[in-house]
């Protein structure tokens, strides 16, 4: 449960500055090599320097700057070029760089202000998916930042540890806008950081951003300039063959032969992912989006919609130094719960149907002072029925070529349906009754607030979604009961959304939105 302290000299300091400095131009596949310390900075014998993998590819991690008790964030949306390994350029976006953005770390308690400026020829705007913020400092689609102008939000951090990401959100064009390239993970802590999990970054604590792309020869792809996606994409979300971790193709990269702990994020804009480790190996999942669990859970498989995140404790001590141990994600396994009848038939891919590789740990020495796995966190108190104030009925469905949420779509700011615009006061708990009535799966994420997953379908969540949660998948005609308490503060003039987190549903209407009232 407890550790020594970990090796001091990992020049943190000196690594940050020549990461921040990676922004601008044609990033190369692996462009974050070289990005966090390799744990070889543990001096040790075993594996000739000429063998070692180099570092794990991470965005580089941004502390921000105090200035007057307040953490300031200066985020930059510009664009830039990337090789995703067509061996061509590749038009992107990027957040203080060619492609993804900075790990932001804040923590519990402190004040936080966060700029954008948009350095795009277009709007667009930043989410803060996962946070508790006020409405009007959402970054939703009701947030939008024109080109050239710069929008800031200020707030306290009040919640749990947990792992949050940013991402787009500009009304019809958060798909795109993503796709381009623009998210990043923010990384939540409590003032201390827990002294019993792995938590140096890009050493034992690695932040796991997945994307699929596809992109052809000439380095375009469905969204570039000109360009648009078929009617089939846009119906299935977008999927792509190629696997980026980091925004890096066939992400390789070392770990310390010990305990190390995984931040996975599904950032694809649409594929769901079942991973596991190619030797089936057993590990713990420690958190789920909304922070830890009450206990760590063993298990070989994490599923991951679009949206959901986990947080992984992985043992690498067993393993000879120099051994490659491969993620994949084994799809095949749960395509019958993904993709149901017909409907579901057509909008699967080859990859919902089998099982392939999405990046390689390669192992190197053992960290100076092991963690041990730790064996319980904090009880999560979980809620009932009856705590709530009313019911309200959600549908996701699917026909005549388009997505629907309670049969309807939200296809503008103004005027929305009113079956999709709630109005909820403000601290009251609500049981949400998700219906999904189509062939295929669909992640509803809710802003601000984590919420419980009561029931699916009448029997009580598993394990790893009975914690907190602010995505959930919704398989083919299942029922999930979702118990929400609706924290913040009023406001009767921005709302918050909710959707559908494959994100091409999103723009195409498979969105709501609440205010808080
Ligand atoms: Cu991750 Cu409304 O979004
Ligand atoms: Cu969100
Ligand atoms: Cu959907």
């Given at each position: 449960?407890?550790?020594?302290p ?9 690594f940050l ?7 601008a ?8 090599a ?5 744990p070889?900075?543990a ?8 063998d070692?993998?180099?570092p ?10 105090v ?11 510009q664009p830039g070029?990337?090789d ?7 038009a992107s ?5 060619a ?8 923590r519990?308690?402190e004040r936080?202000?966060?700029?954008v400026t948009?350095s ?6 930043l ?21 050239g102008?710069t929008w800031?939000?200020?707030f306290?951090v009040d919640?749990r540890a947990?792992t949050?990401?940013y ?6 064009e958060?798909a795109?806008?993503?796709?381009m390239?623009m998210?990043?993970l923010i990384?939540?802590?409590e003032p201390?950081p827990p ?5 140096t970054?890009?050493v034992?604590?690695l ?7 596809r992109i052809?020869?000439d ?18 979300g ?5 696997m980026?971790?980091n925004g ?9 032969r ?6 996975v994020l ?6 769901t ?5 190619a030797?089936d190996r057993?590990?713990?999942q420690?958190?789920?989006d909304g922070?830890r ?11 991951l919609a679009?949206g959901?995140?986990?947080?992984l404790?992985?043992d ?8 490659s141990?491969g993620?994949r994600?084994?799809s095949g396994?749960?395509?019958?719960t993904l ?10 891919d080859?990859?919902?149907r ?6 390689t ?8 002072a092991p963690?041990a796995?730790?064996t319980?966190f ?5 809620g009932s029925?009856s705590d709530?104030?009313r019911t ?8 005549m070529g388009?997505?629907?949420?309670n049969g309807?779509?939200m296809?503008?700011?103004?005027p929305?349906p009113?079956?999709i615009s709630?109005q909820?006061?403000a601290?009251d ?8 009535t189509?062939?295929m799966?669909h992640p509803?994420h ?7 997953v009561l029931?699916?379908d009448?029997a009580?969540p ?10 959930v998948l919704v ?5 999930v009961?979702?118990l ?5 503060a009023p406001?009767t003039?921005?709302p918050y959304?909710f ?7 999103e723009d ?10």
């Amino acid at each position: 449960m407890s550790r020594a302290p970990r090796s001091p000299g990992l020049g943190r300091r000196t690594f940050l500055h020549g990461c921040g400095a990676a922004g601008a131009g044609l990033l190369l596949p692996g462009a974050f090599a070289g990005c966090g310390d390799t744990p070889a900075g543990a001096a040790d014998g075993g594996v000739d320097a000429d063998d070692r993998a180099p570092p794990w590819p991470v965005p580089p991690l941004d502390d921000g700057e105090v200035a007057g008790g307040v953490r300031v964030f200066r985020l930059e949306l510009q664009p830039g070029a990337v090789d995703l390994g067509a061996g061509a350029a590749t038009a992107s976006y990027g957040v203080n760089g060619a492609y993804l953005g900075p790990t932001l770390r804040v923590r519990r308690g402190e004040r936080v202000r966060l700029e954008v400026t948009n350095s795009l020829a277009e709007p667009s705007t930043l989410h803060w998916h996962g946070m508790a913020v006020p409405a009007r400092g959402d970054g939703g689609p009701y947030q939008s930042i024109a080109a050239g102008a710069t929008w800031s939000t200020e707030f306290e951090v009040d919640q749990r540890a947990m792992t949050a990401w940013y991402h787009p959100h500009q009304m019809h064009e958060t798909a795109r806008q993503v796709y381009m390239g623009m998210a990043g993970l923010i990384y939540v802590e409590e003032p201390t950081p827990p002294a019993d999990l792995p938590s140096t970054y890009g050493v034992d604590d690695l932040p796991l951003v997945i994307q699929d792309r596809r992109i052809a020869a000439d380095g375009t792809h469905p969204y570039s300039a000109g360009n648009t996606p078929a009617m089939h994409d846009l119906m299935a979300g977008l999927k792509g063959e190629l696997m980026l971790v980091n925004g890096v193709p066939a992400a390789r990269g070392a770990v310390p032969r010990g305990l190390v702990r995984l931040r996975v994020l599904n950032g694809s804009n649409a594929r769901t992912y079942h991973l596991g480790f190619a030797d089936d190996r057993s590990f713990l999942q420690i958190a789920s989006d909304g922070g830890r669990l009450a206990a760590p859970l063993p298990t070989t498989r994490v599923l991951l919609a679009p949206g959901e995140r986990a947080e992984l404790l992985v043992d690498f001590s067993a393993d000879a130094a120099g051994t490659s141990v491969g993620l994949r994600s084994y799809s095949g396994e749960v395509y019958p719960t993904l993709f149901t009848g017909m409907m579901g038939a057509n909008l699967a891919d080859a990859l919902d149907r089998t099982t392939f590789d999405v990046a390689t740990f390669v192992v190197g020495p053992p960290p100076a002072a092991p963690f041990a796995p730790p064996t319980a966190f904090e009880p999560i108190v979980r809620g009932s029925a009856s705590d709530a104030a009313r019911t309200r009925d959600v549908t996701l469905s699917m026909g005549m070529g388009s997505v629907f949420l309670n049969g309807t779509r939200m296809t503008a700011l103004e005027p929305v349906p009113a079956a999709i615009s709630f109005q909820i006061p403000a601290g009251d708990t609500e049981l949400w009754v998700v219906t999904n009535t189509s062939g295929m799966a669909h992640p509803l994420h809710v802003h601000n607030q984590p919420f419980q997953v009561l029931d699916l379908d009448g029997a009580p969540p598993p394990p790893s979604l009975a914690g907190w949660k602010d995505t959930v998948l919704v398989a083919p005609g299942q029922v999930v009961r979702l118990l929400i308490s609706f924290a913040g503060a009023p406001d009767t003039e921005y709302p918050y959304m909710f959707h559908c987190h494959i994100l091409e549903h999103e723009d195409h209407g498979m969105m709501g939105r609440f205010f808080l009232v």
